[in-house]
């Protein structure tokens, strides 16, 4: 490295694409990228002084903030960080953008266009205000991510103000094509627009997200001026230096659903063949007087490299953190209107999680119509089942997944727990809820189930 090279902190406790991307583009713009992570991260106080370990001149804050149960532990660890050193994305910032209706209030408040919304604390007010919406309006929770916790709702029915332990609030549903439902991700840095791309509902889903297999468009040459220039005033409203604004197309123009500070490459390079890395590595950059060619930023943003970058910290062996889950397991499962106990079958062999059609309709997982493809069709026959948004509460975990809904009535338990829930956790075969303690000290060992 040069002596003018400057030392970027990615501050990321994960290892996601984009995170390694970043790294990656800090290098290969001739700079000095710094992982900054548990293995290796430290703020030193000593004798007045303060020091980041390892030193850095600015950091890129890429904490997941959403996929965590307590976002206030690693806001304040962005806030410890930022505090001495520059920061894009300032937790500020991300915490208001995280929060999707204080997202919607703000912008608001700026005069940009966003779907009619309500939040209220209580059921009563909640459930008073819905009839504003229609018949069919959009169910969120304020934090979530990937498409999970969003529902589109029958409001002729009542709705809660929580999820689990997360706030919800209803949004009017802006939809102008039935057939095809879309939206329009805009990928902003610094005070351009990197790419957009159009995302396509995947079929059996109204949803738009990558994440949930949504197809993608590019859209960066020809977007509407009024998508563009609403992208670019909604970021820097927000106070964010990179993110992936999110605008749906209604009859009278376009509106933000939601401005996202950790939003993901994948599907915008995939759309546009452009990688939003060198854009962000170059503002950090230069926000500390470094220099980088923008012949530079156009070659590496060809190639979205996400393998692992030279600066990752070696990983601590860690064989003993995860939580054990039973064999069998009580878990509280909950949908839009309602939440209930039951019991869970772990099962390592299933991608997905899944839940009985009618234990389904009763906690609210989606609508009805989705439901009935299931009670018509058959599994062995090969159809598509349908899919609805559920948050399983396991000890004091909380997990948002998008679960598949068959008619499991002739199985002996209602929600079978897929890899999506059981990556976290080691898969105690001893142990089942519906079986006593004396019983279970007895037997020693579990009988295999057909499923």
Not at 250 to 267: I, Q, R
Not at 288 to 295: A, K, L, Q, T, W
Request: proline residues 5%; hydrophobic residues 40%.
């Amino acid at each position: 490295m040069s002596s003018d090279s400057v030392r970027v902190g990615v501050l990321s406790l994960h290892n996601s694409k984009e995170t390694k991307a970043i790294c990656n583009a800090v290098e290969d713009l001739g700079h000095e990228p710094v992982w900054l992570r548990e293995e290796n991260a430290a703020v030193s106080v000593e004798d007045g002084e303060v020091a980041v370990e390892p030193a850095v001149d600015v950091i890129a804050n890429r904490l997941l903030l959403s996929n965590t149960d307590q976002p206030a532990e690693l806001l304040g660890l962005a806030a410890t960080f930022e505090r001495i050193r520059p920061m894009l994305n300032e937790p500020n910032a991300v915490l208001a953008s995280i929060h999707k209706f204080a997202t919607a209030a703000t912008l608001a408040d700026w005069n940009i266009r966003v779907p009619d919304a309500l939040l209220a604390l209580s059921n009563d007010r909640l459930n008073e205000g819905r009839e504003r919406f229609g018949d069919v309006g959009v169910y969120k929770t304020a934090i979530g991510t990937h498409g999970g916790g969003t529902w589109k709702v029958d409001l002729t029915e009542r709705v809660n103000p929580k999820v689990g332990n997360r706030q919800a609030f209803l949004q009017r549903l802006i939809d102008r094509d039935d057939e095809k439902h879309r939206d329009l991700r805009v990928y902003v840095v610094g005070d351009e627009i990197v790419g957009s791309m159009y995302r396509y509902a995947p079929e059996g889903d109204w949803r738009t997200n990558v994440a949930l297999g949504g197809a993608v468009e590019d859209a960066t040459d020809d977007m509407p001026q009024e998508a563009a220039d609403t992208a670019l005033y909604a970021a820097e409203v927000m106070g964010l230096d990179y993110a992936g604004v999110d605008l749906v197309e209604g009859y009278d123009g376009w509106y933000v659903l939601e401005v996202n500070p950790t939003a993901g490459f994948k599907g915008l390079f995939e759309a546009t063949g452009t990688s939003p890395a060198p854009h962000i590595a170059k503002l950090a950059i230069e926000t500390v007087g470094g220099e980088v060619e923008d012949e530079a930023v156009e070659r590496v943003a060809a190639t979205l490299d996400d393998s692992r970058p030279s600066c990752a910290p070696a990983p601590k062996p860690t064989p003993s953190e995860q939580p054990d889950i039973g064999y069998i397991e009580e878990v509280v499962v909950t949908g839009t209107s309602g939440s209930t106990q039951a019991l869970a079958k772990s099962d390592t062999g299933a991608t997905r999680t899944s839940i009985d059609t009618q234990l389904a309709a009763e906690i609210g997982a989606g609508p009805i119509k989705s439901m009935t493809r299931v009670k018509s069709g058959s599994v062995k026959g090969g159809k598509a089942r349908p899919v609805v948004d559920l948050v399983i509460g396991i000890g004091g975990n909380q997990h948002t997944v998008t679960a598949s809904v068959e008619d499991r009535e002739h199985m002996e338990y209602p929600l079978l727990l897929g890899r999506d829930i059981l990556t976290d956790y080691r898969v105690d075969v001893r142990r089942r809820a519906d079986r006593d303690e004396a019983e279970r000290d007895e037997a020693g060992e579990i009988l295999e189930e057909e499923e």
